[in-house]
């Protein structure tokens, strides 16, 4: 499962990579991603039916951010596999945190595992982000930036779409919060039931914030509340799930192609959707050729340098190619993003990992 997994990674990062990028583009189709717009899923409808001459870039700017949720299936799958290694029967119920796994070192270890991924990208983006603009003292106040340091940012500010730079940093908040989640809640009842009951819970906390306006709902999905899903689906397919016959993964392709398609059509449909984006990626990557697996793979061992590297490729070139150029821009962006991953892996050769 290792090369598939990198497989997982690789496509969820390209997703997100170029979803931050195009979705700068002032012409593009926006997404969905912390709000609801029933006009957006019709614009990019029009917009694929119609054959648009930059359907690339409306692709990637309405759906690229669904990367999101085949790496938090990813990051969940891998958590059992790490920490439970005997097998778990579905009707179990309360069980001990084995010794050796215990919460606070558990979260400490994943706390300085991203923090030293996260600090290399987020110095230097500060840096080139003050030489380019003029009003950095406001986005970078010291609160924001302990904030942002310490991984709460999303959660201790009421409006995080406003004030976490660079924006996909956001994730790093929500992985800490889904790692406590994890030791705290699943990794000690490991029964479906209660991976049900919280995908349940935090489906109907996002119904119910979307009456109360779209500040709550941006909230709740720039936390744990909206990350559950994909996740605890990780958590239940390491645990319990199975394999398929080939033409099980195809008919499972062409199902969640059409509900990803069709199923932001509406709100509740929408809430939905990761789920089958993951069980797409999923299916997808089973059926894909060896021919592919090798490339998608090798993007996978990558993905988390690009991660915290494209954000900066982005503040650099983007401006330059925006309102020209713009396919050689994606493509300058892409290589850039790639060659700044490498070399942070480099560096991170020489800074010691946590220990566990």
Known sequence: ????NNCLRGIAILGIMLHNYCHWLGFAVKENEYTFDAARPMQFWEKLTSLDSDIFIHFFSFLG?????????VSGYGLVKKYEQTAVPASSAALPIPPGVQILPFMRYH???????MVFGYVAFVAVYFLRNDDGGVVYSLDRVLAQLGM????????????????????????????????????????????????????????????????????????????????????AYARWGRELPRMGYVALTLVSAAMVLFGGFWFHGWLWVPAFVVIG???????????WLNPLSWVGTLSAAIFVMHPLAREIII???RRGDI???????????????????YLLKYIPKPKN
């Open 1 to 4: 499962m290792d090369i598939r």
């Open 65 to 73: 951010h669904y990367g999101v949720p085949i790496f938090l299936f």
């Open 111 to 117: 706390f300085l595992k991203l923090f030293r991924l």
């Open 152 to 235: 709460v940012v999303n959660f201790v500010y009421h409006y995080p779409d406003k004030i976490i730079k660079p924006g996909p940093y956001w994730y790093f908040g929500l992985m800490l919060q889904l790692y406590a989640l994890y030791i705290i809640l699943y990794h000690r009842r490991r029964s479906w039931k209660t991976i049900a009951a919280t995908v349940v819970a935090c489906w109907a906390l996002q119904w119910g914030a979307s009456e109360l306006g779209d500040a709550k709902l941006n909230y709740l999905r720039y936390n744990f509340f909206g990350a559950v899903m994909p996740f605890a689906m990780g958590i």
């Open 281 to 291: 990626a999923v299916s997808t990557v089973r059926l894909l050729p060896s021919l």
């Open 319 to 321: 401006g330059h190619y």
């Open 327 to 345: 396919y050689s821009g994606i493509a300058v962006f892409v290589f850039t993003s790639f060659a700044m991953a490498l070399l942070l892996n």
